[in-house]
């Protein structure tokens, strides 16, 4: 199939077919898309300036990509000879290059253009030759470019009679950039071409960067800019740009030191006017950019560098040699990345239980050692087994996904290319804030790498973990296995692209005859069981924010599933060669936003629903009046209008369907597709709740539950026989379902009323009853089964504490109406033991009025959901009160049929 970005020209059946591969029949066309980065070319609209910088020709990415590719055999005949190119590694400008651009600056100076000027187009891409095949027998090495060069690198052929050179990039401001942003990554240390963030840079060092570029060099860069593109070079090209002038900055206020340790070259001084005027319409520039892009419509398109690049990308596929049909086999060798994130972890462990394989993990790490201990770290913070078995089936490989050849020395990645029987691909960068260009090495390059090596050798399969992220795209009308994906020219997050350009370059590899399987989950969330969780994920920050601020935005569906399920069923898709080469949804049962309220009502979290701008200015305002650690990549997405637009597709999009997936998972008799609901992520909430994420319900809340329950009886001095009345007034009420289900647990309100330990009434400052405490062990030799533990801290007129503490016993006698109504109690002063003891009887023509029909529900539920709480509520604790009658005669049947062997001591009493 011809590359998309191929500089001669394509036959028009030829780039129909391409079309209808790669867009499946919707988005632009390959010519559009050629016009959209060649506006200069023949028949291509006017454009404004930005697009028009873009008349360089795509194929101009790495130099290596000048290797010969060969055409389409007319018949294919014959099998199309590989291309042999050395996989390179990112070019960073050394100082001898650096030096040579202030040359060529000063020899060559460049007048400022003004924003609105267009940039003159290149000449038409047929006035290059078609290159020819060089055949060699070894697979092709899918090489490593150089990003494309984006508007501004290098100044376009200008025609003779009107010369319109593009900005100049001082090399001296590059290089004080790059020793700026070296302060916050780790090495100390920045090359000019190096992405910020991939050198370690986190966002909050971005946030500092951006602040340090202002302070010292007067250079003012929106944060989403930073994440966009974070190299030094393309940092400065953008700033320049943003402003219209070239000299808009003024003198830093301390000479710079580049990352050599050598004084940066001092940049030229403006005149203190110009400087003013400069640093204003650099401002005005980017406020007026940011505020256009955060009111920008939902159809905003894909910045025209990055829709070049991607193009340039998705030709590398191309260059994969043809390959046979693997053997279709369970695998014993197995190469998985990204086995310390969320999702490969617990994939790691699937393999190993699931099937024979070993398992070679390819660890981000400076040597073995290093990759060992950090592989085990993870699956110790996800809560799973980190132990001699999971060791002894397990490779560790240092390496990273983003260098050629995985990093890996040439003899082992030789070895490997000829001993794995499948190369499993989940290592990817996510993050919603970061631009295609800074993920591009991590999720395109790193999958193209990995295609490499399943070509190389024995033909092995891809399994590629990708993301429903593809259809992100606000108004896409379906998202089934097969439907179309979204249009690469409307998706506006990095992460986006990056996933749409892995899946599309792919799907070219597919052409080659590689077996790729394509696995999309949606947001992955907390384990069913352990309750472990990504803090990253989208889903579990939305899901954190909705349960602590207790509102959630108006949305269609969440396409969202457990991560055991998830892990479970790509690793029954890997190990089934039966289901290799399709594309899978692994989004289970999308939930809609019913669900959602439905749910977290159940669980006592009553939520109030809001459109999607006022929910987002709430809990923004929210987080930032009260900063929560753990939710600060939530507020930066907040904050950015480009993973706005992510969130407002996501929430916007159809829901999920997956008919290929439920027939394999019905097939190999796997756990079927379930909605992620509130019983599912109770251990996940938890967790959240647990570590700062999520709150939970509180006794101070509105309860979801309440009752009355009044008791009278009579106390006395301990060991005597009561002589003096009691009587309590309470209200039983609960926050939430999760209370009852983790807890077993019921609070307390009300007044006790003893006259024998106060003469004016005792208030509850705090109570708990506890449903068949300690799993209803008996208490005395086992002749009394708690059924319910009262424990009540209260107060008196004047100030002094009390405490009560009851229990309402089971026996193995026919009173069993009476037992559920008598609580023995006893009563002292905070701090010391019992001065009271007696026992309060619940009337008998009270319980049923105060206790069944007398409950009360959340007056904000629907009368659905009231009864639904009720009729649970009455369910749960009749199943708890019956579990703990029958005790007491399942222990006295197993007396009389002498089922024990050790009798009990008080057994000859009985």
């Known amino acids: 199939m011809p590359e998309v970005n191929e500089t001669g020209p394509a036959p028009?059946?030829?780039?129909?077919?391409?079309?209808?591969?790669e867009r499946g029949g919707i988005g632009l066309s390959v010519t559009d898309l050629l016009a959209r980065v060649?506006?200069?070319?023949?028949?291509?609209?006017?454009?404004?300036?930005?697009?028009?910088?873009?008349?360089?020709?795509?194929?101009?990415?790495?130099?290596?990509?000048?290797?010969?590719?060969?055409?389409?055999?007319?018949?294919?005949?014959?099998?199309?000879?590989?291309?042999?190119?050395?996989?390179?590694?990112?070019?960073?400008?050394?100082?001898?290059?650096?030096?040579?651009?202030?040359?060529?600056?000063?020899?060559?100076?460049?007048?400022?253009?003004?924003?609105?000027?267009?940039?003159?187009?290149?000449?038409?891409?047929?006035?290059?030759?078609?290159?020819?095949?060089?055949?060699?027998?070894?697979?092709?090495?899918?090489?490593?470019?150089?990003?494309?060069?984006?508007?501004?690198?290098?100044?376009?052929?200008?025609p003779r009679d009107e010369p319109a050179p593009a900005p100049r990039v001082e090399?001296?401001?590059?290089?004080?950039?790059?020793?700026?942003?070296?302060?916050?990554?780790?090495?100390?240390?920045?090359?000019?071409?190096?992405?910020?963030?991939?050198?370690?840079?986190?966002?909050?060092?971005?946030?500092?960067?951006?602040?340090?570029?202002?302070?010292?060099?007067?250079?003012?860069?929106?944060?989403?800019?930073?994440?966009?593109?974070?190299?030094?070079?393309?940092?400065?090209?953008?700033?320049?740009?943003?402003?219209?002038?070239?000299?808009?900055?003024?003198?830093?206020?301390?000479?710079?030191?580049?990352?050599?340790?050598?004084?940066?070259?001092?940049?030229?001084?403006?005149?203190?006017?110009?400087?003013?005027?400069?640093?204003?319409?650099?401002?005005?520039?980017?406020?007026?950019?940011?505020?256009?892009?955060?009111?920008?419509?939902?159809?905003?398109?894909?910045?025209?560098?990055?829709?070049?690049?991607?193009?340039?990308?998705?030709?590398?596929?191309?260059?994969?040699?043809?390959?046979?049909?693997?053997?279709?086999?369970?695998?014993?060798?197995?190469?998985l990345t990204g086995a310390t994130g969320f999702l490969g972890s617990h994939m790691l462990l699937d393999l190993l239980r699931h099937s024979d394989a070993h398992v070679y993990c390819l660890v981000r790490a400076a040597d073995e050692e290093a990759a060992l201990a950090r592989l085990g770290e993870a699956l110790k913070g996800y809560a799973l087994p980190w132990s001699s078995e999971v060791h002894r089936r397990v490779t560790v490989l240092p390496g990273d996904i983003r260098e050629p050849r995985l990093g890996l020395p040439d003899d082992l990645w030789d070895r490997l290319a000829g001993e794995l029987d499948s190369v499993v691909s989940v290592a990817a960068a996510v993050d919603f804030l970061r631009g295609y260009p800074s993920l591009r090495a991590s999720n395109v390059l790193g999958a193209l790498t990995l295609a490499e090596l399943a070509a190389r050798g024995r033909p092995k399969?891809?399994?590629?973990?990708?993301?429903?992220?593809?259809?992100?795209?606000?108004?896409?009308?379906?998202?089934?296995?097969?439907?179309?994906?979204?249009?690469?020219?409307?998706?506006?997050?990095?992460?986006?692209?990056?996933?749409?350009?892995?899946?599309?370059?792919?799907?070219?590899?597919?052409?080659?005859?590689?077996?790729?399987?394509?696995?999309?989950?949606?947001?992955?969330?907390?384990?069913?069981?352990?309750?472990?969780?990504?803090?990253?994920?989208?889903?579990?920050?939305?899901?954190?924010?909705?349960?602590r601020y207790r509102t959630v935005p108006a949305f269609r569906h969440l396409n969202a599933a457990p991560v055991d399920w998830v892990s479970r069923v790509a690793v029954a898709a890997i190990c089934e060669p039966d289901a290799w080469g399709f594309d899978y949804h692994l989004t289970g049962v999308p939930n809609t936003l019913d669900d959602v309220v439905r749910d977290m009502a159940l669980g006592g979290m009553h939520v109030r629903v809001s459109d999607w701008e006022e929910w987002r200015a709430g809990t923004l305002a929210r987080l930032e009046a009260e900063p929560v650690p753990e939710l600060g990549f939530l507020t930066r997405v907040l904050r950015s209008p480009t993973a706005l637009k992510l969130c407002e597709a996501t929430l916007t999009g159809p829901a999920a369907t997956a008919d290929r997936t439920d027939a394999l998972v019905e097939a190999l008799g796997l756990p079927p597709a379930a909605r992620y609901d509130a019983r599912a992520q109770l251990k996940t909430f938890e967790r959240l709740a647990g570590d700062g994420l999520a709150r939970l319900p509180h006794k101070?809340?509105?309860?979801?539950?309440?009752?009355?329950?009044?008791?009278?009886?009579?106390?006395?001095?301990?060991?005597?026989?009561?002589?003096?009345?009691?009587?309590?007034?309470?209200?039983?009420?609960?926050?939430?379902?999760?209370?009852?289900?983790?807890?077993?647990?019921?609070?307390?309100?009300?007044?006790?009323?003893?006259?024998?330990?106060?003469?004016?009434?005792?208030?509850?400052?705090?109570?708990?009853?506890?449903v068949r405490p300690e799993e209803g062990i008996p208490h005395r030799h086992g002749l009394r089964h708690p059924l319910l533990r009262y424990r009540l801290e209260l107060t008196d007129a004047d100030g002094g504490r009390w405490w009560l503490e009851g229990y309402k016993y089971a026996r193995a006698r026919r009173d069993l109406w009476r037992q559920t109504r008598t609580l023995t109690v006893e009563l002292g002063r905070e701090g010391r033991p019992a001065s009271l003891a007696g026992e309060v009887v619940v009337p008998a023509d009270t319980y049923v009025r105060d206790q069944i029909d007398g409950i009360r529900v959340d007056p904000r539920l629907t009368g659905r959901e009231k009864r639904a709480a009720k009729l649970t509520w009455l369910a749960w604790f009749g199943l708890e009160m019956g579990r703990g009658l029958a005790g007491p005669f399942a222990r006295a049947a197993a007396d009389l049929l002498d089922l024990r062997r050790t009798p009990n001591p008080t057994e000859n009493h009985r």
């Not at 302060?183 to 500092?208: C, I, K, M, N, W």
């Not at 892995?502 to 309750?531: M, S, W, Y």
């Open 461 to 547: 399969p891809l399994h590629h973990i990708s993301s429903v992220a593809v259809f992100n795209e606000v108004g896409i009308p379906s998202m089934g296995e097969d439907d179309p994906l979204a249009h690469i020219d409307r998706l506006v997050a990095g992460y986006d692209q990056s996933k749409w350009a892995a899946e599309v370059a792919l799907r070219r590899a597919r052409d080659h005859g590689l077996v790729v399987t394509a696995l999309r989950p949606g947001g992955i969330g907390g384990h069913t069981r352990t309750g472990a969780y990504n803090p990253q994920d989208l889903s579990s920050g939305l899901l954190s924010a909705f349960a």
């Open 38 to 158: 060649a506006p200069g070319a023949e028949g291509a609209h006017p454009a404004a300036r930005d697009e028009a910088e873009l008349s360089q020709p795509v194929a101009s990415a790495a130099p290596e990509f000048s290797q010969p590719v060969a055409p389409a055999a007319p018949e294919f005949s014959q099998p199309v000879a590989s291309v042999v190119a050395e996989p390179l590694r990112p070019v960073a400008h050394d100082e001898a290059e650096l030096s040579q651009l202030v040359a060529r600056d000063e020899a060559q100076p460049s007048q400022p253009v003004a924003p609105d000027e267009a940039q003159p187009s290149h000449p038409p891409a047929s006035a290059h030759p078609e290159p020819a095949a060089v055949p060699h027998p070894e697979p092709a090495a899918v090489p490593h470019p150089e990003p494309a060069p984006a508007p501004g690198d290098e100044a376009a052929p200008a």
């Open 171 to 335: 090399p001296a401001l590059v290089s004080a950039v790059a020793a700026l942003a070296g302060r916050y990554v780790p090495a100390g240390h920045l090359p000019p071409d190096a992405d910020f963030v991939d050198a370690g840079g986190t966002s909050v060092h971005a946030v500092e960067l951006v602040a340090a570029l202002e302070a010292d060099l007067g250079l003012t860069i929106d944060l989403d800019e930073v994440f966009a593109d974070a190299r030094p070079a393309s940092l400065v090209r953008r700033a320049t740009r943003a402003a219209g002038v070239a000299t808009a900055l003024r003198q830093p206020a301390a000479q710079t030191t580049t990352e050599t340790g050598t004084p940066a070259p001092a940049l030229p001084v403006p005149s203190p006017t110009a400087t003013a005027t400069a640093t204003a319409t650099a401002t005005a520039t980017a406020t007026a950019t940011a505020t256009a892009t955060a009111t920008a419509p939902s159809d905003a398109v894909t910045r025209p560098e990055d829709l070049a690049q991607i193009l340039s990308d998705l030709s590398l596929a191309d260059r994969l040699p043809f390959v046979g049909a693997p053997e279709p086999t369970p695998p014993r060798r197995v190469l």
């Open 700 to 770: 101070d809340d509105q309860p979801y539950l309440w009752f009355s329950e009044t008791t009278e009886g009579g106390v006395g001095p301990v060991g005597v026989a009561p002589d003096g009345p009691c009587s309590m007034a309470l209200t039983l009420s609960v926050a939430s379902m999760h209370q009852l289900v983790a807890e077993r647990r019921v609070d307390v309100r009300g007044e006790v009323t003893c006259p024998a330990a106060h003469p004016a009434p005792l208030t509850v400052a705090r109570g708990d009853v506890w």
């Open 12 to 21: 028009a059946d030829q780039r129909a077919t391409a079309e209808a591969i």
